[in-house]
C-alpha cells in the first residue's frame, strides 16, 4: 500500500498508539484494531484519486484518512480541516516528524477563512465525520466545478444515499454511487462518490418557471 515509504506509515501507527491514545484522538480499543480499521481502510481510497489531484480531508482529526492518503500517493496535495487546537497540534507534530509535504487549517469546513484557503478542491473527503447529508453541505463549497467528494463510510452507506439523495442532488451533486474497497488485511472500506455538477450543467439544469418566454 505505502511502497517505499512503509516505514513512514509504521511511524504514524506508532503516533497514534502513543500520542493519539494519550491526547484522546483514538479510543485504547482501537490499539489493536489501528492497521487494518483506520489505516489500511484509508488508504484504500487511494486508487480513486487522479495524479497530482488537490485533496481536502475535512474533520481529520487523527489525520484519517488524509495522513494515508498522503503516504500511500505523494503525488496528491493534501490539507487536513480539523477546527479543534489540539487536534491541530497533534497533526503539525506529525507531519514535522514525518517530514511529509500536507498542509493544515484550523476551521470548520463551512467557515469562509477555511473555504478561502482550501476551496477549489479536486476532491473533498472524510471518515466518521457526520451524515451524508450535512456532509454534502460542508463538503459541496469546497470543491471546484467537476470535483468529488469521496466520503469513507460504515455498512450504511447505501441507506445515507437513499435517504440523502435529493439533498445532495439540490447540493449540485450528480452520479451519487457508492464503492466497496478493500485493501489487504483490511476491514471493507465502503466510499461514497458524488460528483460536484460544472457551472454549465448547472445553469441547464434549472427548470423554466411557469411564466418563463420561449425564445
Known amino acids: 500500500m505505502f511502497g517505499s515509504r512503509s516505514d513512514l506509515a509504521v511511524d504514524y501507527v506508532r503516533f497514534l498508539a502513543d500520542a493519539g491514545l494519550e491526547r484522546g484522538l483514538m479510543g485504547p480499543r482501537e490499539r489493536p ?4 480499521r483506520h489505516v489500511l481502510n ?3 481510497a487511494a486508487p480513486h484519486m487522479g495524479h497530482g489531484e488537490k485533496v481536502v480531508d475535512i474533520g481529520s ?3 484519517l484518512p488524509g495522513i494515508p492518503l498522503a503516504l500511500a500517493r505523494p503525488d496528491l496535495e493534501v490539507i487536513l480541516v480539523e477546527p479543534l487546537l489540539r487536534r491541530v497540534t497533534f497533526l503539525k507534530e506529525v507531519i514535522g516528524e514525518l517530514g511529509i509535504d500536507v498542509r493544515v487549517v484550523r476551521g470548520r469546513a463551512e467557515e469562509k477563512s477555511v473555504i478561502a484557503a482550501a476551496g477549489e478542491a ?6 466518521a465525520v457526520a451524515p451524508l447529508a450535512k456532509l454534502a453541505g460542508w463538503s459541496a463549497p469546497l470543491l471546484k466545478p467537476g470535483g468529488r467528494m469521496v466520503a469513507l463510510k460504515g ?9 440523502d439523495g435529493a439533498v445532495l442532488s439540490e447540493l449540485g451533486f450528480e452520479g451519487v454511487h ?6 489487504p488485511d483490511a ?3 465502503r466510499l461514497v462518490i458524488a460528483t460536484m455538477q460544472t457551472r454549465m450543467a448547472r445553469r441547464g439544469s434549472h427548470r423554466r418557471g411557469p411564466g418563463a418566454r420561449r425564445r
Open 155 to 163: 455498512v450504511s452507506a447505501a441507506e445515507e444515499v437513499e435517504r
Open 178 to 183: 457508492v464503492d466497496v474497497v478493500a485493501a
Open 122 to 127: 479536486d476532491i473533498v473527503t472524510s471518515r
Open 42 to 44: 484509508s488508504a484504500a
Open 187 to 189: 476491514e471493507e472500506t
Open 33 to 36: 484494531r489501528l492497521w487494518d
Open 61 to 63: 482529526g487523527a489525520g
